[in-house]
T-cell receptor, first 115, second 113 residues
Framework: EAGVVQSPRYKIIEKKQPVAFWCNPISGHNTLYWYRQNLGQGPELLIR????????DSQLPKDRFSAERLKGVDSTLKIQPAELGDSAVYLC?????????????FGPGTRLTVL | KNQVEQSPQSLIILEGKNCTLQCNYTVSPFSNLRWYKQDTGRGPVSLTI???SENTKSNGRYTATLDADTKQSSLHITASQLSDSASYICVVSGAGNNRKLIWGLGTSLAVNP
């Protein structure tokens, strides 16, 4: 069974440029998460989807970040314009359902460097 | 305030030795506690999930304990291997109106030959 797929794995851009990350969750997983992880820190939740509905986006910087999950499967996270402080690893995770004991499966992440 | 604190911040042990990592939390109400292993350059991988009624749970050479009264958990690694070198992150899930995952900063473990 394929795990959570993310692309690209690495991205280097100049500040003020836009960037987009793509995530394909495990087949059948209704819940999808986007996290940001800075070096030496734990992941920070940006947004959580239940199917195509964003049910928790309280930590998403909405002035420059946007996300969508069309048809409740794949998801895209976008930053426009990127700032130096956005350099981090962006992790996508999925779980079968919304129950708090459900295991989250993480993708390998996209390492973003903003110059 | 919801907090998850892990200790030590980093640890170096020799291959074959055992070690114990600690996690203290103040998340309330409490739902469950998870331990993740994160290899460098990879996403976290779940090791164990425990609810308040579970005191211990094992996954191979990994054994997690939970004391919901004192709000403490530990992760014990037996007969360490080089592949155990990673960051180990404790995550606590709140319940009810506090239903969110609070991530610790992790313990960086290095297993040397």
């Amino acid at each position: 069974e394929a795990g959570v797929v993310q692309s690209p794995r690495y991205k280097i851009i100049e500040k003020k440029q836009p960037v987009a990350f793509w995530c394909n969750p495990i087949s059948g997983h209704n819940t999808l998460y986007w996290y940001r992880q800075n070096l030496g820190q734990g992941p920070e939740l940006l947004i959580r989807y239940e199917n195509e509905e964003a049910v928790d986006d309280s930590q998403l910087p909405k002035d420059r970040f946007s996300a969508e999950r069309l048809k409740g499967v794949d998801s895209t996270l976008k930053i426009q314009p990127a700032e130096l402080g956005d350099s981090a690893v962006y992790l996508c995770a999925s779980s079968l359902a919304i129950y708090t004991t459900d295991t989250q499966y993480f993708g390998p992440g996209t390492r973003l460097t903003v110059l | 305030k919801n907090q998850v604190e892990q200790s030590p911040q980093s640890l170096i042990i020799l291959e074959g030795k055992n070690c114990t990592l600690q996690c203290n939390y103040t998340v309330s109400p409490f739902s469950n506690l998870r331990w993740y292993k994160q290899d460098t350059g990879r996403g976290p991988v779940s090791l164990t999930i425990m609810t308040f009624s579970e005191n211990t749970k094992s996954n191979g050479r990994y054994t997690a304990t939970l004391d919901a009264d004192t709000k403490q958990s530990s992760l014990h690694i037996t007969a360490s291997q080089l592949s155990d070198s990673a960051s180990y992150i404790c995550v606590v899930s709140g319940a009810g109106n506090n239903r969110k995952l609070i991530w610790g900063l992790g313990t960086s473990l290095a297993v040397n030959p």
